[in-house]
């Protein structure tokens, strides 16, 4: 059985999270034709982002929908 340890979640995380800015930024610039305004935007929208995601790990923590206890060997 495959399991996952907290560095590689945690690489996973950063590198993701590097991959979604730089995209918010271009996507941004392509539409404004501002760097500062694309970067600025781009902070603001992955700040909120993390936030917005946080609450809703937290509400699924206190959800067990599609959980299931398996007995121990």
Same mark, same amino acid.
């Given at each position: 059985?495959? !399991? %996952? @340890? /907290?560095? @590689?979640?945690?690489?996973?995380?950063?590198?993701? @999270?590097?991959?979604?800015?730089?995209?918010?930024?271009?996507?941004?610039?392509? &539409? +404004? /034709?501002?760097? %500062? +305004?694309? &970067?600025? /935007?781009?902070?603001?929208? /992955?700040?909120?982002? +993390?936030? &917005?995601?946080?609450? !809703? %790990? @937290?509400?699924?923590?206190?959800?067990?929908?599609?959980? %299931?206890?398996?007995? &121990?060997?």
């Amino acid at each position: 059985m495959f !399991h %996952e @340890r /907290h560095s @590689r979640t945690i690489a996973k995380s950063i590198t993701w @999270r590097i991959i979604a800015f730089t995209s918010s930024i271009i996507i941004l610039y392509l &539409l +404004t /034709h501002n760097w %500062e +305004t694309s &970067l600025y /935007h781009a902070i603001i929208i /992955h700040i909120v982002k +993390t936030i &917005l995601y946080y609450i !809703h %790990e @937290r509400f699924w923590n206190k959800s067990n929908f599609g959980q %299931e206890l398996k007995p &121990l060997k």
